[in-house]
């Protein structure tokens, strides 16, 4: 399965590095000055980890999980573009 996971502090480091270990393909959507910490989540992945854009992420993505601070909630959902049909999980973080 294709996991799209916005926002990539500790806990959605962690969703990715479990999923991916679980067998899922990981995509770690991140934006402007939040990408520098996308890429050292990516970096913690064992297996191949797709590093891109927000939108990017969620389009072809099965499951979309947002991990970012709450205020950041709706920019993150407006940039990952039309999220009908996917599964989603929001966990906002302070």
């Not at 993505?61 to 039309?82: D, H, K, M, R, Y």
Request: hydrophobic share 45%; proline share 3%; with cysteine.
């Amino acid at each position: 399965m294709k996991i799209a996971i916005i926002g990539a502090g500790s806990v959605g480091t962690a969703l990715g590095v479990s999923c991916s270990r679980a067998g899922h393909d990981i995509v770690f959507g991140g934006q402007g000055s939040k990408l520098g910490d996308a890429t050292a989540a990516a970096n913690a992945v064992e297996r191949g980890v797709v590093l891109t854009t927000v939108g990017e992420s969620a389009g072809p993505a099965e499951v979309v999980v947002l991990e970012t601070p709450w205020e950041q909630t709706e920019t993150a959902v407006a940039a990952a573009g039309g999220l009908a049909g996917k599964r989603c999980s929001i966990a906002p973080t302070r």
